[in-house]
């Protein structure tokens, strides 16, 4: 069965950075476009970052452009998140989310296929 295990959240301070991975099972990763998303409590769940199949074409949301920086390694089946520069209003769950067999950069939730359980990233100011 597909599994998306992410894996690096925790405790950092303001201006600090943390990397996060998600290493995926079950399905053939390198069809895959990959994504993070995240949600802060209270609010909807938003995208962050997306990479296509191949690693050669990434998107950011406005508010972590510069910032943070996705990518994949389709060798070890795992899409990374590099976060610098956090901020407080980083605090979320970040989930890493798969869409089968697409060559686009994913930017929504709706056309994700899978999730995984997310892992918490808490910035103290």
């Known amino acids: 069965q597909v599994q998306l295990v992410e894996s690096g959240g925790g405790l950092v301070q303001a201006g600090g950075s943390l990397r996060l991975s998600c290493a995926a099972s079950?399905?053939?990763?390198?069809?895959?476009?990959m994504a993070w998303f995240r949600q802060a409590p209270g609010k909807e769940r938003e995208f962050v970052a997306g990479?296509?199949?191949?690693?050669?074409?990434?998107y950011y949301s406005d508010s972590v452009k510069g910032r943070f920086t996705i990518s994949r390694d389709n060798v070890k089946n795992t899409v990374y998140l590099q976060m610098n520069s956090l901020k407080p209003d980083d605090t979320a769950v970040y989930y890493c989310?798969?869409?089968?067999?697409?060559?686009?950069?994913?930017?929504?939730?709706?056309?994700?296929?899978?999730w995984g359980k997310g892992t918490l990233v808490t910035v103290s100011s």
């Open positions: 990479v296509n199949w191949s690693g050669s074409s990434t």
């Open positions: 989310a798969a869409e089968l067999y697409s060559r686009m950069v994913p930017t929504t939730p709706a056309g994700m296929d899978y």
């Open positions: 079950g399905l053939t990763f390198r069809s895959c476009a």
